[in-house]
């Protein structure tokens, strides 16, 4: 018989990983490899900044073997975390389909940074900036864009978060 604490210690570790190799690749993509990441694609990692430390306090308060409210904190952690990349994923899903032509992108997609302070430096930003679509994939992989892939990979994260909770309640009431 397996024990579910032990269960849901395990799946933390591995949405942990999975969300570390995903964001991480994200920023490969783009020092590395070039990628410029468009509005939407910046507002996508925003569930890995504040899922990915939720998830390291579940997994801290599940080692240090806590007391009954603390069981309680863990499960509304891990709901959270789930909570976090399932918005990740509509993200994800929402500009693959607006890359897909299903509906229409965000309007307010495609600009670049800053006002320059003087006409040179305007002229310089005009030559130098690179305007991305967010409906518009830049890269696919067996017929998903980075986007696709985020809105599979956020689900995926969800999904284990939902069971980590599930497993800790079930090690937690036996």
Do not use: H
Request: with cysteine.
């Amino acid at each position: 018989m397996t024990d579910p604490a032990r269960t849901s210690r395990q799946l933390v570790l591995l949405l942990i990983a999975g969300g570390l190799a995903s964001i991480l690749t994200a920023w490969g993509f783009q020092l590395i490899g070039g990628y410029v990441p468009c509005k939407l694609c910046l507002e996508q990692r925003i569930p890995y900044y504040i899922g990915l430390p939720l998830a390291v306090l579940a997994l801290v308060a599940m080692l240090r073997g806590t007391p009954a409210q603390g069981r309680l904190v863990v499960s509304v952690l891990l709901l959270a975390v789930a909570g976090v990349f399932a918005w990740g994923a509509g993200i994800g899903g929402y500009q693959a389909g607006a890359e897909w032509g299903f509906w229409a992108g965000p309007a307010d997609c495609g600009g670049g940074g800053g006002m320059p302070d003087s006409a040179a430096n305007m002229l310089n930003a005009l030559r130098s900036t690179r305007v991305v679509s967010c409906t518009e994939a830049s890269w696919r992989m067996f017929g998903l864009s980075f986007a696709g892939w985020n809105a599979v990979i956020s689900a995926g994260i969800a999904v284990l978060a939902l069971g980590a909770a599930w497993a800790w309640r079930r090690g937690s009431a036996a």
